[in-house]
């Protein structure tokens, strides 16, 4: 490894050289990408080994996390972050005349995720290498990643993500571990020495090759592995499917179609369940390839097939990789032999769950006949895993039906994935404490009478490493030379920075850091938008998948209503403002892609009137993702979280804004609670209904958005710009739903509700930016107590209390 600029220098050249055959004065900022990429996981991959082979030989209990997404975003800078090796690259590259920022701009996004629990996963495994932990990713590696947004006329338009174009340097293909999958086909039992075998035949096969990408832990010596698995065609199919002769090339490449459809896409829908048989099969694929592969490495250690919970934990992510443990089932009774028993107190043993969501539309439910078909062993085991769980029903609550539909993991020709994740784990846990005391205590209320020591808290994190060394380097020298450089590994030490919050000189340098950084997002702003944005103005911001529930358009019916205050008294006095969006809305949710035509629409009208002179504007950045939130955060001053209470079962966009400075003006809601905990009412603009109420409202009735309409001459008037002719409404029905839904449908997630507590919040932020020394004494407050959500702590968390691994030192 090189350890200084010169001896990087001399390496960079000879690889360069080597593997491109040019001369550094032709290579381009792609050219360099590639081979400092490719040097950089060459170098660690010694590591890696080092890593592995320590795992083997002391066999270490390892822990598999499992989920359908992974949205880590570019690696480049973080790998040099995590290797220590950032600064000399930097200069060594710009003494050879390349800008390593340019240089990572080449690396497109690997955007395998939806939103916060894909980027969740990334987090935490970033944590368990820099932590220590003996921690992978099991995944899919999908050809394409959630869709690149496109604003066209203001509307959201969808075009792939082929993210593979320029090959990737961090991956590798390891056929050498490739397994088979099998979909279809029928079970045929018989008996064998007493027992009864289940034998699948007919079945489709499926090739699954996995891709590695090493995940480098933050002392460079610990690497881990994210392993994504592809489906690709069996090479010789007439020897492996039984309905294919192997004769008829037709039917062979419309086989080889459907397999590589498997790993082609993915879904890009994080709001609404659809029982698509795709996504079953993704699902199935990803649990069977991952899990046979860890049974492999097990199998080498050559322990009894008992031990097998002391030595591995699984996680799952949700319940999207919930078929999980009746693949587990399968593979302890059909191939080792185990009864029934035995094999459920391995499987329970081994599998813990999270729940990331309430809302009853994104819950799973598969319908029986497609699962019976498609994989038709794990349908009869799920079937006995029910049969039984509610024979234990009716002894524990003899003659109290009610209570086993409520419960039942197959209700109403449907698999209930979340009942069958529940029961089957050791642990369930929640993403913060408000939302799991709501699992607790309302949604899986029945679960948790049951299994009353099954249910925990684990609040989410995010690592600081991505979010703060990274996106902010020079917030964190600037933490570095006040409390020393302990935080870096330690978080939570970053509390230290409170004793600066009134010291004058050390607030100057955050500001000055910020508006840096605000200067930076508007050069990236001009580029797009062609339009100058002022530096000086307050910089808030609202960038999260687009949801009804976390209420875009509360943020911009409000800036509406200040549109319309500046027009009635174009005197009128306020802290210019720079509102940026960022958002996706999935494809097929019509309201959603409403909202954005919103934004774009008041955006336009807003930008353009000479009567703002530059108060508000608006700009809505397409193509949110991993790497555009990097450049956004660090440059914000207000951090808008403002779901309907209840709703948001944590954020974590809420936690990098808080470390990087922002204000949060938000709900009680999700993990909003625990940062007003620390922080207290003075460095936090709260407002709006409070989950208890909104709740409340659900259950009992007693609201009527109307009312509001009638009765607030502020929302009526912004209600009926969306429909009635004028600037904001061009042709009468654009916006009508909208409206609709906020009226005839009573306001399902209480905008009109909340919308005069948010105003006044808002005016009160305007009062208190004014006052600069008291703005920056809340900023430092709010980035000392943001050690506290390092996914660090939550993944020690996790280690300790579900896992029940330490780390393994090298
Ligand atoms: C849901 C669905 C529904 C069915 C089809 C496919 C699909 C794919 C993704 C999802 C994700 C919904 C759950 C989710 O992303 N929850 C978010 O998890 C974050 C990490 O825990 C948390 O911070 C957010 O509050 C929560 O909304």
């Not at 939103?115 to 996963?121: C, D, F, I, K």
């Not at 020394?773 to 660090?792: A, P, R, V």
Request: glycine letters at 6%; aromatic letters at 10%.
């Amino acid at each position: 490894m090189f350890n200084d600029k010169e001896s990087f220098k001399q390496v960079f050249r000879e690889t360069l050289i080597g593997k491109l055959g040019k001369p550094l004065e032709e290579a381009s900022n792609a050219d360099v990408y590639k081979i400092l990429g490719n040097m950089i996981r060459e170098n660690a991959g010694k590591n890696w080994a080092e890593t592995n082979q320590k795992y083997k030989v002391d066999k270490d209990k390892q822990v598999y996390y499992f989920s359908m997404e992974f949205l880590i975003g570019r690696l480049l800078g973080n790998n040099l972050l995590n290797m220590g090796v950032l600064e000399v690259v930097r200069e060594g590259l710009a003494d050879l005349g390349f800008c390593l920022q340019d240089i990572e701009e080449e690396e497109s996004d690997a955007g395998l995720g939806n939103g916060g629990l894909g980027r969740l996963a990334a987090c935490f495994l970033d944590s368990l290498a820099s932590l220590q932990y003996a921690g992978h990713g099991c995944g899919i590696r999908y050809k394409y990643g959630l869709f690149e947004q496109k604003i066209v006329d203001g509307y959201q338009v969808e075009l792939p993500d082929y993210w593979l174009q320029n090959d990737n340097v961090w991956e590798v293909r390891r056929e050498d571990k490739q397994v088979e999958v099998r979909f279809w086909g029928a079970i045929e039992t018989r008996e064998e020495n007493g027992r009864l075998v289940f034998d699948h035949t007919q079945y489709e096969a499926v090739r699954a090759v996995p891709y590695d990408v090493p995940i480098i832990g933050a002392d460079r010596r610990h690497v881990n592995t994210l392993r994504n698995w592809s489906a690709e065609s069996i090479t010789q199919p007439s020897r492996t499917f039984g309905s294919f002769a192997g004769t008829d090339y037709h039917k062979f490449l419309e086989y080889k179609r459907s397999v590589e459809s498997i790993s082609e896409f993915l879904y890009p829908d994080d709001s609404q369940y659809e029982g698509k048989l795709l996504r079953l099969k993704q699902q199935y694929f990803l649990c069977s390839a991952g899990l046979q592969s860890i049974l492999r490495t097990y199998n080498k250690l050559a322990l009894p097939i008992e031990l097998l919970p002391d030595k591995v934990a699984l996680h799952i992510n949700d319940t999207h990789p919930t078929l999980l443990i009746p693949e587990l089932m399968r593979i302890l009774m059909d191939v080792h032999g185990l009864g029934w028993d035995e094999a459920w107190s391995i499987t329970t043993r081994m599998v813990s769950y999270t729940n990331h969501t309430i809302l009853s539309e994104a819950l799973e439910k598969w319908p029986i006949q497609m699962v019976r078909e498609l994989l038709p062993r794990i349908f009869l085991i799920i079937e006995e895993i029910n049969a039984r769980f509610c024979g234990e029903l009716m002894s524990r609550y003899p003659g109290d039906q009610n209570r086993i539909e409520q419960m039942a993991i197959i209700h109403e020709d449907q698999v209930r994935m979340a009942h069958l994740a529940i029961v089957a784990s050791h642990s369930v846990n929640g993403v913060a404490a408000l939302h799991t005391e709501i699992l607790m205590k309302r949604e899986m209320r029945l679960f948790n009478e049951m299994y009353p020591h099954r249910f925990n808290n684990k609040t989410n994190g995010i690592t600081h490493r991505r979010w703060l060394l990274h996106a902010n380097p020079d917030l964190a020298n600037l933490i570095n030379q006040s409390i020393g450089t302990r935080w870096v590994s330690h978080p939570q030490e970053m509390i230290g920075l409170i004793k600066y919050c009134e010291d004058a000189s050390f607030q100057e340098q955050v500001a000055s850091i910020k508006r840096q950084n605000k200067l930076r997002l508007a050069e990236y702003i001009y580029s797009k938008h062609s339009v100058h944005v002022d530096p000086d103005s307050i910089f808030d911001v609202q960038v999260k998948r687009l949801h009804a529930y976390k209420r875009q358009l509360l943020n911009i019916l409000h800036i509406l209503h200040l549109y319309n205050q500046i027009k009635d008294n174009p005197s009128m006095d306020m802290v210019p403002r720079t509102f940026i969006f960022g958002a996706k809305a999935a494809p097929s949710y019509h309201l959603a892609k409403r909202i954005i035509k919103l934004i774009n629409t008041v955006a336009e009208v807003v930008n353009k009137d000479p009567d703002v002179k530059g108060k508000i504007r608006i700009f809505f950045l397409e193509n949110y993702s991993v790497s555009l939130a990097e450049k956004i955060i660090p440059a914000a001053d207000i951090s808008e979280q403002i779901s309907t209470a209840s709703k948001e079962a944590s954020g974590t966009g809420n936690m990098k804004f808080m470390m990087n400075g922002a204000l949060t003006v938000g709900t009680m809601d999700g993990a909003n609670v625990e940062m007003h905990e620390m922080v207290g009412d003075n460095n936090m603009f709260l407002f709006g209904l409070r989950a208890e109420q909104v709740m409340d409202y659900y259950q009992h009735g007693g609201y009527h958005a109307r009312d509001i309409y009638n009765g607030d001459s502020r929302v009526k008037e912004v209600l009926d710009q969306l429909i009635k002719p004028g600037p904001i409404c061009c042709h009468a029905t654009e916006f009508e739903s909208i409206f609709h839904s906020l009226l005839d449908n009573n306001d399902e997630f209480f905008v009109l509700k909340d919308f005069a507590s948010y105003v006044e919040t808002h005016v009160e932020i305007d009062r208190a930016y004014r006052n600069r020394q008291e703005w920056l004494k809340k900023s430092i407050i709010n980035i000392g107590h943001s050690g506290k959500f390092s996914s660090d702590n939550t993944i020690s968390r996790y280690a300790a209390e579900i896992w029940n691994i330490s780390p393994v030192r090298l």
